[in-house]
């Protein structure tokens, strides 16, 4: 089983919908896969058209098991769901001793082949937990100046957290909101690329039907599984990799 994280500290840059796109891709193949959502607004739960719920809560502060507090999302795939009470959560774990571990702990012992985490954008002792779980970190970013500082952010804090004993087992920069007509875009990629090689992930397209999906409670392998988004395009000889090339990716990481 690998536990991987979605983070970037800099909101706004594709990353829940990174996180569901990926975990129904995954549950489609056949991998038993559930997606936790660390984050207060509780977007998991309602982008899939289910009700935001406190599974998060219930599983640290009440101490629930974690067979009780998941919910089905689709086939293979579960999710536990977040929504305000998540604040409390943060108090709890901030309150126990080997807080950083918590999670952790709970998800090593869980029947699953992946477990995707969402994290807030918010850097607090939730977002270490997360962090401190993963096996692997998937960045998502838009290519704008901000974001791509937003990068540099987890970076260091996963320096911090490496220093505390925990191994990273590797990180991935995905680009997201692909537009190669916009100068920045192509600064930004190709600085990107420049720094961290291989890690650079091939970016996703820029399509309006993703911000759609989630008003249809929808992923978008349901709702355009043919998208830009989902397959990439050819535009020239330039060919971008979309969701479907990217959960390859995951793959090679889940089974390595």
Sequence with gaps: MKIIAFANQKGGVGKTTTAITLADGLARQGYRT???????????????GMQKEPGLYQLICANQPLAKVVRVARPNLDILPSDKHTEQVKRQITLSDFREGILNDILRRSKYDAVLLDLAPSMDVLHINGLFASDWVVI?????????DGVKEILRTMGEIGGRGHTFQGYSIL????????????????????????????????????????????????????????????????????YRQIIQRIVEVIDA
Excluded: C
């Design 34 to 48: 559930l997606l936790v959502d660390l984050d207060p607004q509780g977007h998991v739960a309602f982008a899939l």
């Design 140 to 148: 998502p970013t838009r290519l704008d100046a901000m974001a791509v």
């Design 175 to 242: 680009p997201t909101f692909f537009d190669r007509t916009t100068r920045e875009t192509l600064i930004q990629f190709k600085e990107l690329a420049k720094v961290f090689g291989n890690r650079v992930w091939p970016p996703i397209p820029q399509d309006t039907r993703l911000r759609e999906t989630s008003a249809f409670g929808k992923t978008l392998w349901e709702y355009a599984a043919s998208s830009h988004a989902a397959t990439g395009y050819r535009e020239g000889k330039q060919y971008l990799g979309g």
